[in-house]
Structure formats: structure tokens, C-alpha cells
């Protein structure tokens, strides 16, 4: 029988850092869009994503996602016109928060 006296190295490690979220398809900068499909980069680097919401004018919608190129994505319906308030908020497996927003308008 083999008996180990060492546990080897061991580390504990903290996440403090919130996911990433940034538009893919369209820039910040954009107010007035065409697009049905809008996609937006959402990761983590530490402890993976535990949930992503998308909100239009303050009603949950859903986002999809992609998990193998971290992305998320919302497939516009073409009665969405006008200008609406879109919200993102992504969390950590460590309870870290991020928030995207913006105010839109869409033709």
C-alpha cells in the first residue's frame, strides 16, 4: 500500500471580474438600425456565464446563445419599430454583474 505525505499544490482562486458584453454587429455609436438579427459578444473569462437577460423597454425577451463563440444574439421581429430601450445584464458563476444599454431605434 502507498502512502502519500503530500497533497501536491493546491490554490484558491477569486473572480472579481464581471462578464464582457460588446455589440458585434452593429457599433455603440449606432442609434438607428436596419438589422433583424442584432448580436452581441458575451463572456467570461474566469467562472463562466450562470445567465444572460435581454430586456426591451423593460420586458424580458429572449436572447440566445452561442456558447462556442460567446455570443448572443436576438432575432429582431419586424413589428419592433420605433425607439426602445434594450438591456442586457450577464452574471458569473461568482455573482458578477455586467450591464449593457442602450436606447435604439429601428426602422
Given at each position: ?18 462578464p ?8 455603440k455609436?449606432?442609434?438607428l438600425?436596419?438589422?433583424e438579427?442584432?448580436q ?19 420586458n ?25 430601450y434594450?438591456?442586457?445584464v ?18
Amino acid at each position: 500500500m502507498l502512502k502519500q505525505k503530500n497533497l501536491g499544490q493546491y490554490s484558491i482562486k477569486i473572480d472579481s471580474i464581471a462578464p464582457i458584453i460588446s455589440p458585434l454587429n452593429f457599433t455603440k455609436s449606432d442609434t438607428l438600425l436596419k438589422k433583424e438579427i442584432l448580436q452581441w459578444k458575451i463572456k467570461d473569462e474566469k467562472s463562466n456565464l450562470s445567465d444572460y437577460d435581454l430586456f426591451i423597454d423593460s420586458n424580458w425577451v429572449l436572447l440566445q446563445y452561442e456558447s462556442k463563440g460567446s455570443f448572443g444574439f436576438y432575432v429582431r421581429p419586424k413589428s419592433l419599430i420605433g425607439k426602445h430601450y434594450l438591456k442586457i445584464v450577464a452574471k458569473d458563476n461568482c455573482k458578477n454583474e455586467a450591464i449593457w444599454e442602450k436606447e435604439i431605434t429601428f426602422e
